[in-house]
């Protein structure tokens, strides 16, 4: 069946420096969520999207980061000037319902 | 939001059953629960979902109480494949239920 694609698998970036995202949600799948997940397992909640719309943003520090989900295009996550404390796992998640389905994940290193 | 609580970790043996409960006190009318699977260096793994009283499917049984203040996974006959992560999920899509975090999860370890 087909899954969620998430690139790159891996990324390294110096503090203050950019880091973009990509997303591929499941092709039908009307929501995108993105998610952080830091070293004790807890997932935050970012951002989600409802088609290219956005669904609702309230777990965004929106003065740094951005999200898009453009048609025929990977959803996008991209970070402004990136601080240590982003480093994370970042996931992304697609659902035509109430049941996500969740891609690899992105690590993102900042040094 | 309806906030969950689970234990932080279980251990367990190969082909015993093994529960797992979830407290959601605060459950909105319209939430679903659901229960995830994270091995490490993967994204959670959906494994089952309910409304109420009892789900069952090829993996496991969901059991949730009149009152759909807890719920209880059950995974029949362990095996050490099964040692993860798991998450309790509530909410909605439609009432924005998905920014409820997911929680530290329960980390199970299956013994030989």
């Known amino acids: 069946g087909e899954e969620v694609a998430q690139t790159p698998k891996h990324l390294v970036r110096g503090e203050g420096q950019k880091a973009k995202l990509y997303c591929a949600p499941i092709?039908?799948?009307?929501?995108v969520f993105w998610y952080q997940q830091v070293l004790k397992n807890e997932f935050k909640f970012l951002i989600s999207?409802?088609?290219?719309?956005?669904?609702?943003e309230t777990g965004m520090p929106k003065e740094r980061f951005s999200a898009k989900c453009l048609p025929n295009s990977p959803c996008s996550l991209e970070i402004q000037a990136t601080k240590l404390e982003d480093s994370a796992v970042y996931f992304c998640?697609?659902?035509?319902?109430?049941?996500?389905?969740f891609g690899p994940g992105t690590r993102l290193t900042v040094l | 939001l309806a906030k969950t609580t689970q234990p932080i970790s279980m251990d367990s043996y190969e082909g015993q059953e093994v529960n797992i409960t979830c407290s959601h006190n605060n459950i909105a009318t319209n939430d679903y629960i659901t229960w995830y699977q994270q091995f490490p260096s993967q994204g959670p793994r959906f494994i089952i979902q309910g409304y109420k009283t009892k789900v069952t499917n090829e993996v496991a049984s969901l059991f949730i109480p009149a009152d759909r203040k807890s719920s209880t996974l059950s995974l029949p006959r362990v095996s050490l494949s099964d040692t993860a992560v798991y998450y309790c999920?509530?909410?909605?899509?439609?009432?924005?239920?998905?920014?409820?975090?997911f929680g530290a999860g329960t980390r199970l370890f299956v013994k030989a």
């Open positions: 999920l509530v909410g909605d899509i439609g009432t924005g239920g998905f920014k409820t975090i």
């Open positions: 092709k039908g799948h009307s929501y």
């Open positions: 999207f409802q088609n290219e719309n956005v669904f609702d």
């Open positions: 998640a697609s659902s035509p319902n109430n049941e996500q389905f």
